[in-house]
C-alpha cells in the first residue's frame, strides 16, 4: 500500500515538472520595479516547476530586445515570455519565434498585429477609470487636470488613457488643460514633464500619472512648485516602493496589480503551451484602488 502511494506521489511530482525545459523571458526593462516583480515570480515559479528561465533585460529599446531575442532562439528554448520594450518593433520577436514554432506568452504588453498565444495583463481600462474617478471626486468633481501618460501607443498606455478617459466624460466640470508623454515611465520624467506643465498651468488641481513612478515624479514636482491649491495625484501600478510612499501621503490613490501572480501565470501557461495545451488568447486580471486606507496589506505581501 505504501509503495503504492509513493508511485502515485512520484506520477504527480512528475506532472506538475517540466524537467530540461528552457523559456526565455524577454523583459521590457528591469530598472523598473514592475517588471523585476514579474521577473522575480517567474523566476521562482520556473525553479517549483523544474524549468530553467533565461532572462534578458531590453533596458527599453526596442531594438536590443529585438537581438536579444534572436539569441534566446539560438539557445533553443522552448517558449518565450516576452514584454515588449515598446510599441516600434514590438511584433518582430513575436514573429522570430513563431517561424521557430516556439510558443509565446505576452505580459503587461502585447504586439498590435502579431500578439502571443496568451496574453496576460492587468485590465488596466478598467483600473484607470476607478482610479480617475476617484481623484475626481476628491477635487470635488471639478478643476484643472494635467496627464502625465506612458510610453505612446503600448498596450497600457492605450487602455490608462482609454479608461481614465471615460471617467473624466463623466464630470462635466472637469478640464484636461495638458497632457504629456514619458518615454520611460520614470520618475525623473514625471517630475520634468509634471514641472513644465505645473509652469505652464498653475491652476490644476488634478494629477493622473499612468505609472506610480510618474506620480512620484509628479508629486516633487507639486512640492517644488509650492502652490496654494490642493493638489490631487493618481498612479498606477502598485510598485513597492510607491505603496509605503502613497501609505506616508505622498500621492494619493494608485491601482495595485498582480505582478507575483502574472509572474506565475505566465510560467505555468508557457509550460502548458509547451505540451500542445491552449491558453485564452487573452487574461485580464483584476487591479485593486488603492489608498492609505488600504495600502498596508500589499505592502506587507504584494500580490
Known amino acids: 500500500m505504501r509503495r503504492a502511494l509513493g508511485l502515485s506521489l512520484a506520477l504527480t511530482l512528475a506532472a506538475g515538472t517540466a524537467h530540461g525545459q528552457k523559456i526565455g523571458l524577454a523583459v521590457a526593462n528591469l530598472q523598473a520595479n514592475f517588471f523585476n516583480q514579474i521577473k522575480q515570480a517567474a523566476e521562482a515559479q520556473g525553479e517549483l516547476r523544474g524549468v530553467e528561465i533565461i532572462t534578458v533585460d531590453a533596458k527599453g529599446d526596442g531594438a536590443t530586445q529585438v537581438s536579444q531575442v534572436q539569441?534566446?532562439?539560438?539557445?533553443?528554448?522552448?517558449?518565450?515570455i516576452y514584454i515588449p520594450a515598446g510599441a516600434a518593433a514590438a511584433t518582430v520577436p513575436v514573429k522570430l519565434a513563431r517561424r521557430e514554432g516556439i510558443p509565446v506568452v505576452n505580459i503587461d504588453r502585447n504586439a498590435a498585429g502579431a500578439p502571443g498565444d496568451t496574453f496576460i495583463a492587468t485590465d488596466s481600462v478598467t483600473s484607470a477609470y476607478q482610479v480617475c474617478r476617484y481623484i475626481i471626486e476628491q477635487a470635488g468633481g471639478e478643476g484643472q487636470m494635467i496627464?502625465?501618460?506612458?510610453?505612446?501607443?503600448?498596450?497600457?498606455?492605450?487602455?490608462?488613457?482609454?479608461?481614465?478617459?471615460?471617467?473624466?466624460?463623466?464630470?462635466?466640470?472637469?478640464?484636461?488643460v495638458a497632457e504629456q508623454w514619458s518615454n520611460m515611465w520614470s520618475q525623473d520624467e514625471g517630475f520634468q514633464i509634471t514641472q513644465n506643465l505645473l509652469q505652464a498651468h498653475p491652476e490644476v488641481d488634478i494629477i493622473f500619472a499612468q505609472a506610480?513612478?510618474?506620480?512620484?515624479?509628479?508629486?516633487?514636482?507639486?512640492?517644488v512648485a509650492n502652490l496654494p491649491q490642493r493638489i490631487w495625484i493618481a498612479g498606477f501600478?502598485?510598485?513597492?516602493?510607491?505603496?509605503?510612499?502613497?501609505?506616508?501621503?505622498?500621492?494619493?490613490?494608485?491601482?495595485?496589480?498582480?505582478?507575483?501572480?502574472?509572474?506565475?501565470?505566465?510560467?505555468?501557461?508557457?509550460?502548458?503551451?509547451?505540451n500542445g495545451e491552449e491558453r485564452?488568447?487573452?487574461?485580464?486580471?483584476?487591479?485593486?484602488?488603492?489608498?492609505?486606507?488600504?495600502?498596508?496589506?500589499?505592502i506587507e505581501n504584494h500580490p
Not at 539569441?71 to 518565450?80: E, M, V
Not at 481614465?164 to 478640464?175: D, H, K, L, Y
Not at 506610480?212 to 512640492?223: K, N, W
Not at 501572480?261 to 509547451?274: N, P, Q, S, T, Y
Open 237 to 274: 501600478d502598485g510598485d513597492t516602493a510607491a505603496l509605503e510612499a502613497l501609505r506616508d501621503g505622498v500621492f494619493d490613490v494608485t491601482a495595485t496589480q498582480q505582478t507575483q501572480k502574472m509572474g506565475r501565470m505566465a510560467v505555468d501557461d508557457a509550460i502548458a503551451l509547451i
Open 212 to 223: 506610480d513612478a510618474l506620480a512620484l515624479g509628479a508629486a516633487q514636482a507639486v512640492e
Open 71 to 80: 539569441d534566446l532562439l539560438t539557445q533553443g528554448i522552448d517558449a518565450l
Open 147 to 176: 496627464i502625465v501618460h506612458g510610453q505612446k501607443g503600448t498596450t497600457p498606455e492605450v487602455d490608462r488613457s482609454q479608461g481614465c478617459g471615460e471617467a473624466i466624460s463623466q464630470f462635466p466640470g472637469v478640464e484636461v
Open 280 to 298: 485564452a488568447a487573452i487574461q485580464l486580471q483584476d487591479a485593486t484602488l488603492t489608498t492609505q486606507d488600504n495600502v498596508q496589506p500589499f
